[in-house]
């Protein structure tokens, strides 16, 4: 059983230009969650998702950040027109439901601005 | 808000010796508690948690016990390995969200 995939595992973006990241859920789970951990910094919550449908985004940027988990496919977090205080390590992960049960994470998308 | 405060690293120890590593929580609802640990170049893995007070989590020969009266959930361990060096981090739920401290680096020589 494969665990939480993301894609890429590093992206080297420059200033200007959009990112995208990818995460594919364990099978089976249908709650997908995004974090960023900033350097020396502990994750924080971006965006929880279930198929379709985005039910608090209340960590994310209100500009240029963005997340869809579309019926067919990965979610995806796109950040457009990128600045180098967006380089950080994007950890997303999954669950079967939303209430207090474990988030699986994956091995983290590491994005850098130059 | 939700915060967790975790003792700030790196942490050296040698092989054998004991570890601890000091999270407090806020209080704020009845919220679950975990260790996750991330090894170099990973993603979080779940270490241990804890749901209730006095719930004591385990695996591995890592222990934190629940400890609402001091809102506190230290993580222990009695005989550590290089195995061990990693990244710990504390984390706090509020319903789905997780909350997590700033992470210890410890590091274990033979």
């Known amino acids: 059983n494969a665990g939480v995939m993301q894609n890429p595992r590093h992206l080297v973006r420059r200033r200007g230009q959009e990112a995208r990241l990818r995460c594919s859920p364990m099978?089976?789970?249908?709650?997908v969650y995004w974090y960023r951990q900033l350097p020396e910094e502990g994750l924080k919550f971006m965006v929880y998702?279930?198929?379709?449908?985005?039910?608090?985004e209340s960590g994310m940027p209100k500009e240029r950040f963005s997340a869809e988990f579309p019926k067919e496919g990965p979610s995806i977090l796109r950040i457009q027109q990128v600045v180098r205080g967006d380089s950080a390590a994007y950890f997303c992960?999954?669950?079967?439901?939303?209430?207090?049960?474990?988030?699986?994470f994956g091995p983290g998308t590491r994005l850098t601005v130059t | 808000g939700d915060s967790v405060t975790q003792m700030e690293g790196p942490v050296t120890l040698s092989e054998e010796a004991f570890l601890t590593i000091n999270c407090t929580y806020t209080?704020?609802?009845?919220?679950?508690l975990f260790w996750y640990v991330q090894y170099p170049g990973e993603g979080l893995q779940l270490l241990l948690k804890a749901t209730k007070a006095d719930d004591k989590g385990s695996n591995k020969g890592f222990e934190a016990t629940y400890r609402k009266e001091t809102t506190s959930f230290h993580l222990e361990k009695g005989s550590v390995q290089v195995s061990d060096s990693a990244v710990y981090f504390c984390a706090r739920s509020n319903d789905y969200k997780l909350s997590f401290g700033a992470g210890t680096t410890v590091t274990v020589r033979a």
């Open positions: 099978k089976g789970h249908s709650h």
């Open positions: 992960a999954s669950s079967t439901s939303g209430t207090e049960v474990e988030q699986y």
């Open positions: 209080a704020t609802g009845y919220p679950s």
């Open positions: 998702l279930q198929k379709e449908n985005i039910i608090d």
